[in-house]
Every structure is written in structure tokens, then in C-alpha cells.
């Protein structure tokens, strides 16, 4: 167990000194970069050869993006969902790459894990959908709409309308990063114990459970936005 626990600490790789400030390389900063090369690297392959009538992969790709979309609409509205739309796309895909990374440890000598291990990756996430919550609501309600909105439906929920402000990123990274840390140490532990043949276990975690804690990530996201922008008839 101690071995297994060591493993959610950060590595650092590398440290780079420039204009007397230090950066520390750590190995979930690597796996982010990877994520994100992996995605640029999908992205260009896939968008070279985009045609009108689409192949099996270009099907694929756009039921993801029509899945995104009525997500987006569903929750956010059929006046503003369009604007959200990149943002979600672009959290949802980061996740699932994120999420699923260890797949490509089957490659030998090649260990890697997913950063959403790390809370320190999953709350810069969190805190990026409460901004956008909150630039959606001064947006579209006004400081003084969003004031009033503290007060609904009775005055005395004032303290627990401004506490959600708080409790709304804490749940979202809390929430991707314990599942995500569960999934970790439960699959170490079986790998100790049985080997090779805890591959179909380790599919689940890496597809199944890295695919569904995206979504609820962007469902909560598309659904804290929709409660900003909500405007009265």
C-alpha cells in the first residue's frame, strides 16, 4: 500500500532556472502536455480530409460534436449555447485524453498517468467554469440582476446563494479528482494482484469511467452556466 500511495505524489523531472525563477517540470505537468499534443496532433490529421459525404471517421466526429452541441443547448438555451459551445468541446475532449492517457502505457518502457490525479490540475479547471459562470451572469443579468439573483426566491437564502460560488468549483475538481484518484489506486491494487489479468479492469477505468467523469464535468459546467444566463421573461 505504501508503494501504491507513493505513486500519487508529484515526480519532478526537471528544474529550469530563467531570470532568477525556477520551473519545476513535474511528470503530471508532462502528462498535461501530452494530452494536449496528442490533441493538436488528432486534430490536424483529422480535419485534413473533412469531406461532404463523410467516412466512417468523420461520422464518428460529427456525432460527437451534435452530442456537445445538444448538451449545450439542452441546458444553456437555445439563445446562448452557441457561444459556449468551443469551450465545452474543448474541456470535454481534454478530459477524455486526459482521462484515458494510461491506454497508451501498453507501449514498453512507457509509464504514464493521467493528470486529473493531480488536484492541482483538476481545480485550474474548476476555476475556469465558475469565471466563465460568473462573466455569463454580469453579462446577461447586469451586477444588479446577479445581486438580486442572491436573493431568490426568499431573502434568507442569501448566505447560501453566495456560499454555491464557493462549493461549485470545490465539488466540480473534487469531484474529477477523488474518482480519478479511487480509479488509480484501485486498479495499482489489482495489478499487484493479479497481473495481466486485470487488463479488462483497467479498459473499464481508462474507457468507461475516464469517458463518464468528463461528461458529468461538462454536464455540471453547461448546467452552472445555463443558471447564469437564465434571464426572467
Not at 468551443?86 to 470535454?92: E, V
Not at 494482484?193 to 461538462?218: E, K
Request: some cysteine; hydrophobic content about 50%; proline content about 5%.
Amino acid at each position: 500500500m505504501d508503494e501504491v500511495f507513493e505513486k500519487l505524489n508529484r515526480i519532478t523531472i526537471t528544474e529550469i532556472s530563467v531570470g532568477g525563477y525556477t520551473f519545476v517540470l513535474s511528470d503530471t505537468l508532462l502528462c498535461v502536455w501530452i494530452t494536449a499534443a496528442l490533441l493538436i496532433v488528432a486534430s490536424l490529421i483529422l480535419a485534413r480530409k473533412l469531406d461532404q459525404r463523410p467516412g466512417r471517421v468523420q461520422m464518428l466526429l460529427e456525432m460527437l460534436v451534435g452530442f456537445i452541441r445538444g448538451l449545450s443547448q439542452d441546458f444553456i438555451g437555445e439563445r446562448h449555447y452557441k457561444k459556449y459551445v468551443p469551450y465545452i468541446a474543448t474541456l470535454f475532449v481534454f478530459l477524455c485524453m486526459a482521462n484515458m492517457l494510461t491506454v497508451l502505457n501498453f507501449v514498453p518502457g512507457l509509464r504514464l498517468y493521467s493528470p486529473t490525479k493531480d488536484i492541482n490540475v483538476t481545480i485550474p479547471l474548476a476555476l475556469m467554469t465558475i469565471l466563465i459562470v460568473l462573466y455569463s451572469s454580469f453579462r446577461y443579468k447586469g451586477p444588479v440582476g446577479t445581486f438580486k439573483d442572491l436573493f431568490k426566491p426568499i431573502p434568507a437564502m442569501f448566505p447560501f446563494k453566495l456560499m454555491e460560488y464557493a462549493t461549485k468549483p470545490l465539488s466540480l475538481c473534487l469531484r474529477l479528482f477523488g474518482n480519478m484518484v479511487a480509479a488509480f489506486l484501485i486498479m495499482e491494487l489489482v495489478f499487484h494482484y493479479l497481473g495481466l489479468v486485470a487488463a479488462p479492469f483497467s479498459a473499464y477505468f481508462d474507457f468507461f469511467d475516464g469517458i463518464l467523469q468528463a461528461y458529468i464535468f461538462v454536464f455540471l459546467t453547461c448546467l452552472y452556466i445555463g443558471e447564469a444566463v437564465e434571464t426572467e421573461a
